[in-house]
């Protein structure tokens, strides 16, 4: 992955990756829960594009102007997946079994890794 995202950028993804749709820069706004200003998002926006984190999906008209509308071209599973890496994986899962105290939800796990050894075998 290209690097880890600015707060900003990550909310702005973020609403891009709920939505089924392309979506302005207004609509990012208002589907938002962080108060964006529209200069702030534009700028977001136009990071993204440069970097290839979004693309842009349509150009449509709103209130007589046309505006660009954009579509992530990195999914979410794949930015968390970057963030892991290879040894983060493991970590991860290591410490979620750890913490885990359901008995159920263990042999499920267990269960799994099994299938998976020998899937791999």
Known sequence: MKRV????EYE????????DKPLS???IMDSSAVEFKQSTVQTVL????KEG???VGNVSIHT????????????NEEYAQSLL??????????????????????????E?????????Q
């Not at 995202?5 to 900003?8: A, Q």
């Not at 136009?46 to 594009?49: A, I, M």
């Not at 799994?112 to 791999?120: D, M, N, T, V, Y």
């Open 5 to 8: 995202l600015t707060k900003m």
């Open 12 to 19: 702005v993804m973020r609403v891009l990756w709920e939505s």
């Open 25 to 27: 820069s207004r609509e």
């Open 46 to 49: 136009r990071t993204l594009l």
């Open 53 to 55: 984190w979004i693309q």
């Open 64 to 75: 007589k102007v046309l505006a660009r509308e954009f579509i992530p071209v990195v999914s």
């Open 85 to 110: 890496g290879k040894k983060g994986k493991f970590s991860m899962a290591s410490r979620l079994i750890q913490q885990t105290d359901n008995v159920e939800e263990l042999e499920r796990l267990g």
């Open 112 to 120: 799994l890794i099994e299938k998976r050894l020998k899937e791999k």
